[in-house]
Every structure is written in C-alpha cells, then in structure tokens.
C-alpha cells in the first residue's frame, strides 16, 4: 500500500461516505439492515486507513498511543457518564465544537496550501486535535447516556450511529496522539 496509494484512497472515501449517509439520513441510519451494513464499510475502511497510517509509525509507538488512547478514552467516558451536574451538561457543547472544528480544518488547509501564511507546530497541532477529539468523545458519550440532565441527546433508534460516532473520536484521538509520540520518538532518536 506504500506504493499505490489507491487502497487508502478508496478505504478513506468509504468510510467518509458510510459516516455522511448515516449523519444526515434519518432512515439509513434507523433502518435494520441497512444501518448494519453502513456500520460494516465504515469499519472496514478505518480499519484499512488506520492501518496504513500506523504502519509509518514504529511499533513501540503505536503501543503507546494505543495505550494513552486507552487511558484517555475510559477518563473521558467515565467523567461523561457519571457527571450529573447540569451546570456541567456537554450535550450543549455542539455548536461550539462544530466552530472549533472548522477552525482546526482551515488552519490545517491554509498550513498545507500555504505554508509560510501561518505558524505551525506539528506537535502542537496534534495536541489541539487530541483535545479536540477528547471534547467530541465527551460530547457524544453524554448524547448517547443522556438521561434528567442533558438538553440534548441520540433516539433510542440511533445507537448504531452513536457507536459510529464514538469510534470516530476515539479513532481520531489515537491518530493525533501517534503524531505526538511518534514525533517524539522521531526526535529522541536523531538525538542518539
């Protein structure tokens, strides 16, 4: 896959498409087989793209991320599902991650498009992202738990989608924190 670039390609698009259909189609994401099978392609293409993307990465690195995103994930999820303060109610979160979303991606953009426009760090870039993601596992976990003190939250019929939802933060949680250890071990061996 390192040489032909058109699998990840392909697997990428999958699971991009698998995600849209199910974001703004009500019934394909309620509906029994169909739900089920969006489920299906989406897995498949992460797992091919992940895939790809960690085998750039040496295997202690992966590890540790795997590990890291772990121990971040189950945090997150446990703070979401037992906070029960409604001044503390993430489901209203939305909106406010969607602007800092769009923010992350155009800085991403204008960074690759025009390299000089910005100031950039890799590893600060990474950490945004995971924090980003972080906040997106938070906010759908409490979507999905819901119950008396959120505004907002999923129908009982969504959970297919929920789980997709949560296993894109949490996927994208680990992508960013390779970055950093990867980075980090990039850089502690060119000092050896």
């Not at 991009?16 to 199910?22: F, G």
């Not at 029994?32 to 750039?56: D, R």
């Not at 909106?95 to 590893?123: D, H, Q």
Request: aromatic fraction near 14%; charge should be positive; proline fraction near 3%.
């Amino acid at each position: 896959m390192h040489r032909n670039i058109l699998v990840p390609i392909l697997s990428l698009t999958l699971s991009l498409v698998s995600m849209i259909v199910m974001t703004f189609n009500v019934a394909a994401r309620q509906t029994a087989p169909l739900k089920w099978q969006l489920l299906s392609l989406f897995t498949i293409g992460e797992s091919i793209i992940v895939g790809f993307i960690s085998s750039f990465y040496p295997f202690k690195a992966i590890v540790s991320a795997m590990l890291t995103t772990a121990a971040a994930s189950g945090s997150v999820t446990m703070y979401s599902i037992l906070q029960t303060n409604p001044k503390y109610d993430l489901s209203q979160l939305g909106r406010a991650l969607t602007s800092a979303s769009i923010i992350f991606a155009l800085y991403g953009f204008l960074y690759i498009f025009f390299p000089g426009l910005v100031p950039y760090s890799e590893l600060l870039y990474s950490v945004g992202g995971a924090i980003l993601f972080s906040f997106y596992l938070s906010y759908h976990t409490r979507m999905i738990v819901t119950g008396k003190h959120s505004k907002y939250m999923m129908g009982y019929k969504d959970y297919v989608y929920g789980a997709m939802t949560l296993y894109s933060d949490i996927i994208n949680m680990f992508l960013y924190i390779l970055r950093i250890i990867g980075s980090a071990e990039s850089g502690s061996n060119r000092r050896d």
